[in-house]
């Protein structure tokens, strides 16, 4: 498939690129330097503000799928499915938030006393994200929470899948890697199992 990554220099885009090509993907690197990524066969890219509906639809053009990774609070979801629907990819899959998961009937986990203060404005730009994408006719949407740890580590292939309620382990602690994280993504556009849903990934 042709998969466009937005967002794609970052910390999930990359692994979410290796992943893409480990399959035999092509992919559309985007990002404001996108042209600074080493060169690797099965992968264009393409330097575009994503904040720039026009700039962007022109670099989704084509695909069969987006996936965006980029943070919240600097593209929110009226930006993103703007340019896809002008770019008639039918096709998103977002990189979500753990904030947005519920850890109680009618509780956010970013709303817990807890929450580091630090992620507290990206979470709810994340939850205010999801909550737009749930009223979105036209786009085949998904979108994947990752737990509430999520940092580098192994791809052990090896992880559960939930829905809205955040996941944690026998220990009490909620984590995923990148590495799994983006193994459930390209599963879930190999063989969609969310559609118009929102889904989590966990230990």
Known sequence: MKIAIIGATGRVGTRLTDEALRRGHQVAAIARQASQLPARAGVTTTDADATDSAALAAALAGHDV???SARFAQLNA??????VRKAGVPRLLVVGGAGSLHVAPGAHLVDTPNFPEAYKAEALAGRDFLNALRSEQQIDWTFLSPSALFEPGERTGK??????NLLSDAAGKSWISMEDYAIAMLD???TPAHSRQRFTVGY
């Open 66 to 68: 987006v996936i965006s």
């Open 78 to 83: 009226q930006q993103v499915t703007s340019a």
């Open 188 to 190: 879930e556009i190999e």
């Open 159 to 164: 992880f559960r899948i939930g829905g809205d």
